[in-house]
C-alpha cells in the first residue's frame, strides 16, 4: 500500500518538473515552488518506499564474502544484522516522532508546512521494520532447522 502511493507521487513530480522546464525554455517562465514540491515528493516517494525495495530483495548488498559461509553461519550473520536493523529503525521512529511533532517550520516559497513530510518517518520505518522482522523469522528457521 505504501510503495503504491509513493507510486502515485510519481507522476505530479515527473508532470509538474516536465512542465517548469518546458515553460523556462519556450517562454522564460518558471512556476513558483517547482523545487520544493519536487523535493518534498521525493522525500515521501524515498520514505515509501523502502519497505517494498527490502521485500524485493533490492537494497545493496555485499556478499561475496558471506555467500562462501555455510548456510546457517550466513543465517545467523543475517539474524544479527536484522536485529541491529530493527534497533536502528525504532530509534529512528521514535526520535521521528519527537522531531515531526515539534516541528513548526514551514518551506521558504509556498509556505506549506514541513511536519507531515517528517510525520511520513514513522508509518515508513514502521513498516520497513516489519519486512525485517519477517526476514528475522524466515532466517530464524534456517538457523534453527534440523539438517
Not at 514540491?37 to 515509501?48: E, K, N, Q, R, V
Not at 529503525?89 to 506549506?112: K, T
Not at 507531515?116 to 532466517?139: C, G, T
Amino acid at each position: 500500500m505504501l510503495a503504491f502511493s509513493a507510486m502515485l507521487l510519481l507522476l505530479p513530480m515527473m508532470f509538474l518538473t516536465t512542465l517548469d522546464v518546458g515553460l523556462r525554455h519556450l517562454f522564460s517562465f518558471t512556476i513558483p515552488g517547482t523545487m520544493e514540491l519536487s523535493t518534498m515528493m521525493l522525500a515521501a516517494f524515498i520514505l515509501l518506499g523502502l519497505s517494498y525495495t527490502q521485500q524485493c530483495r533490492g537494497h545493496v548488498r555485499i556478499t561475496f564474502l558471506v555467500e562462501k559461509l555455510p548456510t546457517r553461519v550466513q543465517a545467523g550473520i543475517e539474524i544479527f544484522l536484522s536485529l541491529l536493523t530493527l534497533l536502528l529503525l525504532f530509534a529512528l521512529i521514535r526520535e521521528g516522532w519527537i522531531v515531526a511533532v515539534e516541528e513548526d517550520q514551514v518551506s521558504d516559497m509556498l509556505r506549506i508546512p514541513l511536519w507531515p513530510f517528517r510525520m511520513l518517518i514513522i508509518p515508513a520505518f514502521f513498516s520497513f521494520a516489519l519486512e525485517i522482522s519477517v526476514d528475522l523469522i524466515n532466517y530464524s528457521r534456517i538457523l534453527l532447522r534440523r539438517t
